[in-house]
């Protein structure tokens, strides 16, 4: 009896392992394209700016600067701006704005790129000031996503007035680092540093894909939904990689 029950777990311990090993589609994996060296310390948090033509990335040092940077990752500008714990950026086209994630303050601030500092709103979520929040993304209506890395591993869907409208908390990884959602669809792309994975999460269905990442310490991701180019930026080797999942 003993032998049968210890197969039966080492049978269902070989199948539960399997299957969180992939679950993508056959012949897909994520390839890398190009990487480019950083000239900014610890750059954690990146968003596409305007039509796609720049990125936006965040220094978590204390006291970090934002910057926008070329697709190439050559420094555009430097904003007249600094923040304590900068985790997270995300660019909002309809008004040609920026919210940045401060992890130690638990604030989201938004920023005119040409203005400076016009707000700050603290999150009504629990957060510790070591493990709290990562990243955000902006989704359409007004809607945004943040992540929370660990302690606990939450996903927030905020209103407008950033309210919370639903949180999640699927275990889907060691950590959350950085976010980026598709607003056409709301599927969730998360970056995750101590797993090293890029997951592919839909609230609707749950269905998701995972993507062993190429480099170390990932802490933004931002990604062109018109074409399918990934831009992700790593904060242990100071680079931004541009990658593609290809079949």
Request: a negative charge; proline letters at 4%.
């Amino acid at each position: 009896m003993f032998r049968i029950i210890l197969s039966t777990l080492i049978i269902t311990y070989m199948i539960l392992s399997c299957s969180e090993k992939s679950t993508n589609p056959p012949n897909m994996e994520l390839v890398t394209i190009n990487s480019y060296n950083l000239q900014i310390r610890e750059p954690s948090g990146l968003s596409f700016g305007k039509d796609y033509q720049t990125l936006w990335v965040v220094s978590d040092l204390p006291y970090g600067n934002i910057y926008e940077i070329s697709l190439e990752g050559n420094i555009l500008r430097t904003l007249d701006f600094r923040g304590d714990d900068l985790e997270g950026i995300t660019y909002d086209q309809t008004e040609n704005v920026l919210w940045a994630i401060d992890e130690q303050r638990n604030e989201i601030i938004k920023l005119c790129p040409d203005q400076g500092e016009l707000e700050r709103v603290t999150i009504p979520v629990y957060a510790s000031a070591e493990h709290g929040l990562e990243g955000i993304s902006f989704e359409s209506q007004n809607k945004y996503w943040i992540a929370n890395e660990k302690l606990p591993k939450k996903l927030f869907l905020l209103n407008s007035d950033f309210s919370v409208e639903q949180e999640y908390e699927p275990d889907l990884a060691k950590d959350y680092s950085g976010l980026c959602v598709n607003p056409a669809n709301g599927i969730l792309w998360i970056v995750s540093d101590e797993s090293q994975l890029l997951i592919k999460w839909s609230t609707r269905d749950g269905i998701y894909e995972k993507y062993d990442l190429p480099m170390k310490k990932a802490e933004g991701i931002a990604i062109n939904h018109q074409n399918g180019q990934i831009f992700i930026v790593s904060d242990g080797e100071q680079k931004l990689y541009q990658l593609e999942i290809k079949e």
